[in-house]
C-alpha cells in the first residue's frame, strides 16, 4: 500500500503561482510513475502531468510552459510547480501513484485562481 498526502492548494489571484506537494510514504519501492491530476466542478478528472522513476516528465497541452512537476527520492515527494496561474486551472489537484498494476490516489487539494 502507499499512502500519498498532498497539500499546498490555495486562493491565488490570476497570474500567480503556487507550488503543490505530494509525500509518499508506505510501500513505496517500485512506483512506476507518479502524475498530478486535476477535477474542476462539473468536469471530469484531468491528467495535468507525470513523472516517471527515471525522471522523464510529460505535461498537458493546457499547462505546458506553465507547470513543473518535480520530485525529490530523499523526501519521497512529488512537486507541481504552478506559474502564470488562469481561472480555468481552478479544481481539486489529486497526487497519483502507479506501482505493479495498482493504482494509488491522494485525497486531493484545493486550488481557486480568482482575483
Known amino acids: 500500500q502507499v499512502q500519498l498526502v498532498e497539500s499546498g492548494g490555495n486562493l491565488v489571484q490570476p497570474g500567480g503561482s503556487l507550488r503543490l506537494s505530494c509525500a509518499a510514504s508506505?510501500?513505496?519501492?517500485?512506483?512506476?510513475?507518479m502524475a498530478w491530476y486535476r477535477q474542476a466542478p462539473g468536469k471530469q478528472r484531468e491528467l495535468v502531468a507525470t513523472?516517471?522513476?527515471?525522471?522523464?516528465?510529460n505535461y498537458s497541452d493546457s499547462v505546458k510552459g506553465r507547470f513543473t512537476i518535480s520530485g525529490d527520492n530523499a523526501k519521497n515527494t512529488v512537486y507541481l510547480q504552478m506559474n502564470g496561474l488562469k481561472p480555468e486551472d481552478t479544481a481539486v489537484y489529486y497526487c497519483?501513484?502507479?506501482?505493479?498494476?495498482?493504482?494509488?490516489w491522494g485525497q486531493g487539494t484545493q486550488v481557486t485562481v480568482s482575483s
Open positions: 497519483h501513484a502507479a506501482q505493479a498494476g495498482h493504482r494509488y
Open positions: 513523472i516517471s522513476s527515471g525522471g522523464i516528465t
Open positions: 508506505g510501500s513505496i519501492f517500485g512506483i512506476d510513475f
